[in-house]
């Protein structure tokens, strides 16, 4: 059973380095208690994602929500405005993810 809204939200999210597609408008949803392992050939984005979803890079478009709150961008009414780095990193701070033969 799904619950109503999703613990994480990834939508459309793109990163692109000049003119190297790295994302193209990757999308999923990760519910409450779900464990999710993204799986893919080296090279394929996988780490990237993971960068652009705890907001330590930036997506060149899309948008990424933590428990319903947009990371990295505050959006009163109809402009989203960036976050400081601070108020990004308290975002962060709610997250975590664990990286492969992380050193």
Excluded at 2 to 17: Q, R
Excluded at 26 to 44: A, D, H, M, N, T
Aim: glycine share 12%; proline share 5%.
């Amino acid at each position: 059973m799904k619950s109503a809204s999703p613990a994480l939200e990834v939508i459309g999210v793109s990163k692109d380095y000049d003119d190297l597609h790295i994302l193209d408008r990757v999308s999923l949803q990760v519910g409450r208690g779900e464990v999710v392992c993204i799986l893919g050939p080296s090279g394929s984005g996988k780490s990237t994602l993971l960068r652009c979803i705890s907001w330590l890079e930036s997506p060149t478009s899309g948008e990424v929500h933590l428990g319903g709150e947009r990371i990295g961008y505050e959006s009163p009414g109809l402009r989203a405005k960036p976050l400081s780095e601070g108020a990004v990193r308290l975002q962060r701070a709610r997250m975590g993810m664990v990286f492969q033969n992380f050193n």
